[in-house]
Nanobody, 124 residues
């Protein structure tokens, strides 16, 4: 079993940056793929990015590609989401999630473990 706790959200102006953290605990965390999802007001949960257990491969939603970077520190069991050039439409509750799978997935139904989320608000 894996426990996930997000942090780092806040209020930022458009064009600004934030770095989210996802602290993971449990056995063999490094064997899990970790992803970030987000859910804006009145919207469905949306895939943002995912990273393999090794940290070698990453995959991004088109809407954040070139602006967001996902990375992980397996020594400390933390996954980061560096968000640059933020836009008002990035406003959402951001979640990290974990699963064991041979391939990346953007389908939230494929993820077994979830954190409680951290709020990101981007003002125009």
């Amino acid at each position: 079993q894996v426990q996930l706790v997000e942090s780092g959200g806040g209020l930022v102006q458009a064009g600004g940056s934030l770095r989210l953290s996802c602290a993971a605990s449990g056995r063999t965390v490094s064997t899990y793929r970790i992803a970030w999802f987000r859910q804006g007001p009145g919207k469905e949960r949306e895939f943002v990015a995912t990273i393999a257990g090794s940290g070698v491969s990453t995959y991004y939603a088109d809407s954040v590609k070139s602006r967001f970077t996902i990375s992980r520190d397996n020594a400390n069991n933390i996954v980061y989401l560096q968000m640059n050039s933020l836009k008002p439409e990035d406003t959402a509750l951001y979640y990290c999630a974990a699963h064991r799978a041979p391939a990346p997935s953007s389908d939230p139904m494929q993820y077994l473990y979830w954190g409680q989320g951290t709020q990101v608000t981007v003002s125009s």
